[in-house]
T-cell receptor, first 113, second 114 residues
């Protein structure tokens, strides 16, 4: 199974600040990459996904992520966060022939008004 | 469509008790899976299934059983609950026809074992 590393355990920001969450994976072949968000008390929802093409992927709620193959990274960004972005964010990876998702440990993002 | 549903939402068990967590999906997805979520550890795969009658172990299968008698349902059984099984459990499903579809998650079951 692939391993996924998320660099930050907890990030605290003020509203309007920019956000970048790091994600690195261990698999050297073709990968499919995902970012999921879990708002307090809710289930996981997909923010964005990458499987081929443009390495800069745009998702919902103003989030984007950039796939850098040479760095085995898929970092999540948002230029200006809002209080409602307070949530836990998970990076996940799978390979084309394997339906199982491997998740990172998650990053808790707290946005202060 | 209800998507992925899970029951119960909360459960408290005593050590040694058994129970079944229910999961159902109405999207005709072939692939279903169970994860447990623990602080600082992300989501870890317990068991998964690629169709009725087919199940396989994930990363942390010990202490759990699954079966898949229909496409819609994928129950998770705890045979003899232990405090180490205190966790939040998520069921997920996805179709197999398009290889890059997202997995859809249920609302979760928060289980406490005393």
């Amino acid at each position: 199974a692939q391993s996924v590393s998320q660099h930050n355990h907890h990030v605290i920001l003020s509203e309007a600040a920019s956000l970048e969450l790091g994600c690195n994976y261990s698999y050297g072949g073709t990968v499919n990459l995902f970012w999921y968000v879990q708002y307090p008390g809710q289930h996981l929802q997909l923010l964005l996904k990458y499987f081929s093409g443009d390495p800069l992927v745009k998702g919902i709620k103003g989030f984007e992520a950039e796939f850098i193959k040479s760095k085995f990274s898929f970092n999540l960004r948002k230029p200006s966060v809002q209080w409602s972005d307070t949530a836990e964010y998970f990076c996940a990876v799978t390979t084309p022939n394997d339906y199982k998702l491997s998740f990172g440990a998650g990053t808790t993002v707290t946005v202060r008004a | 469509n209800a998507g992925v549903t899970q029951t119960p939402k909360f459960q408290v068990l005593k050590t040694g008790q058994s129970m079944t967590l229910q999961c159902a999906q109405d999207m005709n997805h072939e692939y279903m899976s169970w994860y447990r979520q623990d602080p600082g550890m992300g989501l870890r795969l317990i068991h998964y299934s690629v169709g009725a009658g087919i199940t396989d172990q994930g990363e942390v299968p010990n202490g759990y059983n699954v079966s898949r008698s229909t496409t819609e349902d994928f129950p998770l059984r705890l045979l003899s609950a232990a405090p180490s099984q205190t966790s939040v459990y998520f069921c997920a499903s996805r179709g197999l026809a398009e290889p890059y579809n997202e997995q859809f998650f249920g609302p979760g079951t928060r289980l406490t074992v005393l």
